[in-house]
């Protein structure tokens, strides 16, 4: 099944499609997109990157890799915990430069994105 297919499965509430929760269609993430990177309120940048965290498409990484660097810490905050969701290796370097972050928020949400991560987390080889 196509992420296009489960995007319509989920907005028609048709079976099958349980493992998509109300995900928006293609269209949706560009809005979202543009008021991350153009809005200027910040709770609404704020609530762009958490949306689309929840979406949980690759393809917003880069926008949230992008929105570590944002003026208002809030934002900067909910990128981090949205790419947490995504686990894209893309995002491992930046989220742990954003451990270096003059806030606070911002670097719990850095560390606890980066705990959440299965491709961050390190294997351990077996006792023996």
């Given at each position: 099944m196509t992420m296009d297919e489960r995007r319509t499965g989920?907005?028609?509430?048709?079976?099958?499609?349980?493992?998509v929760e109300q995900c928006p269609p293609a269209s949706e993430i560009g809005k979202l997109a543009s008021t991350l990177s153009c809005h200027r309120d910040v709770t609404d940048r704020q609530a762009a990157a958490a949306a689309l965290g929840q979406i949980g498409d690759s393809c917003a990484a880069e926008l949230l890799i992008a929105a570590l660097g944002d003026a208002a810490w809030q934002v900067r905050?909910?990128?981090?915990?949205?790419?947490?969701?995504?686990?894209d290796r893309r995002a491992v370097r930046p989220l742990i430069a954003a451990l270096g972050d003059p806030e606070p928020?911002?670097?719990?949400?850095?560390?606890?994105a980066?705990?959440?991560?299965?491709?961050v987390?390190?294997?351990?080889?077996?006792e023996g």
């Open positions: 989920a907005q028609e509430g048709l079976p099958g499609s349980s493992d905050a909910a990128a981090a915990k949205a790419l947490g969701r995504i686990d928020d911002v670097r719990l949400a850095a560390l606890s980066l705990s959440r991560m299965p491709s987390r390190p294997s351990y080889p077996p």
